[in-house]
Every structure is written in C-alpha cells, then in structure tokens.
Nanobody, 116 residues
Framework: QVRLTESGGGLVQPGGSLTLSCAAP????????LRWFRQAPGKEREFVAH????????KYALFAEGRFTISRDNVKHTIDLKMNNLRPEDTAIYYC?????????WGQGTQVTISS
C-alpha cells in the first residue's frame, strides 16, 4: 500500500519555527484534498490544515490560523506545512493525509516537540 513520508519534525523552543514536508510518490494530486493532522499524547487526532489540488484553496484549524501555512508542490509532489510562533501545546505527532476519490493515504507521522 502506498504510504506518505513525513519529515522535518524535531525539538524547537517556544516561539520557534519548523517546516514539515510530506512526500507522496505515485499519488496523483488531481481531484485530491491534501491535509495535515496532528495527535498529541492522550488526545484524539485533530485536523490542522488542508489545501485543495485544484484552486489551491486552504482551510486551517483555529489554532493554526495566522501561524501555520500549508502549501503543495505539484512538481516535487510534496505537501509542506510551515509553522511559526510554535507553542508547547503544538507538541504532537504530525501526519499528512491525501484524500482522493474516497481513498485515504497516510504517513507514519513526524514528532514535533516544543519545549525550552
């Protein structure tokens, strides 16, 4: 089964920045919604942001608005999530997801830890 591959996680101090990247080899971006989710310890997985493959429209969770930016590269076939002004409560495993024609593709996740 095709899997996505996330990278770019790590340990960052509060107020810092990270850019996560998701590689999606072999999965067409047309007719797809490209998304990021996250799951903090002891909590359910939650939506972070999405970008559509067509017009490139974006949507963000309230906690992400103004701090996170999702983008896609149709040539490199990647989905990026740039995160600024990170807070301790942003600590979580971040997962990328592609939903295309009612099929969901997931990656294994990348750990993001915000701590001083």
């Amino acid at each position: 089964q095709v899997r996505l591959t996330e990278s770019g996680g790590g340990l960052v101090q509060p107020g810092g920045s990270l850019t996560l990247s998701c590689a999606a080899p072999g999965i067409p971006f047309d007719l797809a919604v490209l998304r990021w989710f996250r799951q903090a310890p002891g909590k359910e997985r939650e939506f972070v942001a999405h970008i559509t493959s067509g017009g490139g429209g974006t949507k963000y969770a309230l906690f992400a608005e103004g701090r996170f930016t999702i983008s896609r590269d149709n040539v490199k076939h990647t989905i990026d999530l740039k995160m600024n002004n990170l807070r301790p409560e942003d600590t979580a495993i971040y997962y990328c997801n592609i939903n295309r024609l009612d099929t969901d593709y997931w990656g294994q996740g990348t750990q993001v830890t915000i701590s001083s």
